[in-house]
């Protein structure tokens, strides 16, 4: 997939100021036409949140997440990758003024409206109790509103999933199909944003493209907004627009997928090395 955008790395972590305050900035080329931000990360650190190596998880990053693209975040485990996608959707509490979605402070918004726009698959997809179509329903239900049989047809089409699996129970299916009806399930909410905490590392190469394919075209099709945290840099390079290289709590690169091998943070370099 070509890249959409063209980054411009303002400051780099070689030439971070004291205080941190290193910006990077997507340049969007001329034409793309959205290239305002879906998400500005301003000095985003977790002050009251110390790993065991006794340092904040996250440590002043700044970032803009453009519209319309798929983000990935990679990096050494431990790095912080979790725990800056959860601070997109409120999963991990970010301090106010530090994360700002369509320029409001998602702090000051109402915590479940932020999660019905910003929707968030995990490693391992949990379904609930019932059918494919209940699963699917729950989110419009809690709201009070019924999905009629061929809303829930159509959520099921867009999550590549055949009408048979309608009525199947969830029970039923295999891990791969389970993290499509979460899929399913997730864009019942109507979200502008998918934040994915490795939605393919439990699923077999199939599946993983069939989730891939669906992602690239809510993008390409929808303007979803797609942030993907990943341990295969072969899965970033074939989906992601732009990278994130997340060392130690901090963004020590931003690149364009075919531009990994020119990494120059040294644990980034080893990072990529050691995961191809
Ligand atoms: N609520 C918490 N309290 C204390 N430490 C935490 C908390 N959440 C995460 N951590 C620690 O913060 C560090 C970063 O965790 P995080 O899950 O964000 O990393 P990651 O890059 O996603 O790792 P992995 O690739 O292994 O999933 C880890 O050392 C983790 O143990």
Request: net charge negative.
């Amino acid at each position: 997939m070509t890249s959409k955008g063209s980054i411009q790395l303002v400051e780099t972590s070689d030439t971070i100021d004291e205080d941190r305050e290193h910006l990077l900035v997507v340049d969007m080329e001329a034409g793309e036409g959205e290239a305002e931000p879906k998400f500005s990360i301003r000095n985003l650190t977790t002050e009251q949140v110390i790993s065991e190596a006794g340092r904040p998880i996250l440590k002043g990053i700044n970032a803009e997440i453009p519209k319309g693209m798929v983000v990935g975040i990679i990096g050494p485990s431990g790095s912080g990758k979790s725990t800056l996608l959860r601070a997109l959707n409120r999963l991990w509490e970010p301090p106010p003024h530090t994360v700002f979605m369509d320029g409001r402070d998602i702090c000051s918004l109402d915590v479940l409206s932020l999660r019905r726009k910003v929707g968030m698959l995990f490693q391992l997809p949990a379904i609930f109790e019932g059918t494919v179509a209940d699963n699917v329903r729950y989110g419009p239900q809690l709201r009070g509103k019924k999905l009629a049989d061929n809303e829930v047809h159509k959520l099921l089409t867009l999550a590549d999933l055949d009408s048979s699996f309608f009525n199947k129970n969830g029970r039923e299916l295999s891990v791969g199909q389970a993290q499509r009806v979460a899929l399913a399930r997730t864009l019942a909410n109507d979200p502008e944003v998918l934040l994915l905490d490795e939605p393919t590392s439990a699923l077999d190469p199939i599946s993983t493209q069939n989730i891939e394919d669906v992602l690239v075209k809510l993008t390409k099709n929808r303007g979803m907004t797609v942030v993907m945290v990943s341990h295969s840099i072969k899965q970033i390079q074939r989906i992601a627009d732009l990278v994130c290289l997340l060392v130690d709590g901090e963004i020590v690169e931003v690149l364009k997928p075919n531009q990994l091998s020119h990494a120059k943070h040294p644990m980034a370099l080893q990072f990529l090395q050691l995961s191809n």
